[in-house]
C-alpha cells in the first residue's frame, strides 16, 4: 500500500522540536514534519502527534548506526498504535565522516530492515534515505518510499524511475525567502559548504547526477539547484519541479541568518526557529498551497 501523505512538509532538527512548533506547522497548512536525528526511542514524537490532529510525523532519518533495531521496531509500534496512519519512520545509512562504526552501509540497511521485519514494522510504514542507484534499489524492494536529502529536482526524477508509480518520493528542499538574491545565495552557501560538500554521500551524488569538482568547491550553479533562493514565487516554482518530476510530497527547510552552532559537530549551524522562520512558512504556505 503506498504511503498516502501528499502536499508540503516542514523538516526540523528532531531534538529542536517542541510539540507548540508541531501546532503551529499543522496550523499553517504543512501535512507533514519531519524530524531530523532521532534516536531508536523515538523520543518526543508521541507528543509533537498529541499535540497535532491530522499531521503525519517522519523520521528524517533514525540513522542505522545509532542503536538496536529491535528497540526501534518496538517504538514504532507504541507510536503507530496510538496515533494510527500518522508516523512514518525513516531510516538511512549515515554518513562515514559522521558516524562511529560505519562500514558496509547497503548490508547494514539491509540488516536493519531484517530486524525491523522481525519486529513487525510493516514495508509500507517506513522509508530509506536513499540516493545512489543501489540504496534506491533496495527501498523499491523493502522500503515504502524515499526521503532524498539535499537533492535538485533531477534527482527526484530518477528516484521516481527506480521506484516507479507505488512508491513514496518526499525530497527534501532547502529555501532562503529574500529579495536580495546574492545576500541570499551567500547565506545558503554557509549551510551547504559545512557539513554536506565535506560528507562523501553527498558528493558522490551531485557528482553522479554531472555537478563538477569546481561545483563541488561551492560553485553558484551548485548552491542555486541544491537551495531555491529568491521571493515567494521563485521558491514555489522550485517546488513545482519537485512535484512535476515526481514527487509526492516535498519537505521544506527554510534558512535565514539566525542559527546556533552544533553541539557535536564542530562548525555546523542549526536554523533557529523563531518568528522570522514562521513567517517564512507563512508565505510559502500562502503562496504555495
Same mark, same amino acid.
Given at each position: ?29 504543512? +501535512? ?13 514524537? %508521541? ?12 523520521? +528524517? ?19 503507530? +498504535? ?69 537533492? @535538485? @529536482? ?25 529579495? %536580495? ?31 563538477? %569538482?569546481?561545483?563541488?568547491?561551492? +560553485? ?70
Amino acid at each position: 500500500m503506498k504511503i498516502g501523505l501528499r502536499g508540503y512538509g516542514v523538516w526540523q532538527v528532531g531534538a529542536l522540536t517542541t510539540p507548540a512548533m508541531a501546532a503551529e506547522i499543522e496550523q499553517l497548512g504543512y +501535512s507533514g514534519l519531519w524530524l531530523g536525528g532521532p534516536g531508536v526511542d523515538l523520543a518526543g514524537i %508521541d507528543e509533537l502527534l498529541a499535540a497535532t490532529e491530522s499531521l503525519v510525523v517522519g523520521s +528524517s532519518i533514525v540513522n542505522v548506526w545509532s542503536g538496536d533495531p529491535a528497540v526501534l521496531a518496538r517504538s514504532y509500534q507504541r507510536v503507530a +498504535s496510538r496515533f494510527p496512519g500518522r508516523f512514518v519512520l525513516g531510516i538511512g545509512a549515515g554518513h562515514r565522516e559522521q558516524s562511529q562504526g560505519y562500514e558496509r552501509p547497503m548490508d547494514a540497511v539491509q540488516r536493519f530492515l531484517d530486524a525491523l521485519d522481525a519486529g513487525g514494522v510493516p514495508v509500507s510504514g517506513r522509508v530509506l534515505a536513499a540516493l545512489g542507484p543501489k540504496m534506491l534499489e533496495l527501498a523499491a524492494e523493502r522500503a515504502g518510499g524515499v526521503v532524498p536529502y539535499l537533492v @535538485p @529536482p533531477r534527482h527526484t526524477r530518477v528516484a521516481r524511475a527506480a521506484l516507479g508509480a507505488s512508491g513514496f518520493v518526499a525530497p527534501e528542499q532547502k529555501v532562503v525567502v529574500t529579495s %536580495d538574491v546574492v545576500r541570499g545565495r551567500e547565506v545558503a552557501r554557509g549551510r551547504v559548504e559545512n557539513p554536506y560538500l565535506g560528507l562523501v554521500n553527498y558528493t558522490s551524488n551531485l557528482r553522479r547526477l554531472g555537478y563538477t %569538482d569546481e561545483d563541488l568547491a561551492g +560553485s553558484d550553479r551548485l548552491i542555486d539547484d541544491l537551495v531555491a533562493v529568491g521571493d515567494v514565487s521563485a521558491v514555489a516554482a522550485r517546488l513545482e519541479e519537485h512535484r512535476a518530476a515526481g514527487a509526492d510530497h516535498v519537505v521544506v527547510q527554510v534558512i535565514t541568518e539566525k542559527y546556533q552552532m552544533h553541539p557535536a559537530l564542530p562548525g555546523v549551524r542549526l536554523q533557529v526557529y523563531d518568528d522570522e522562520v514562521v513567517r517564512v512558512y507563512r508565505e510559502l504556505a500562502a503562496g504555495v498551497f
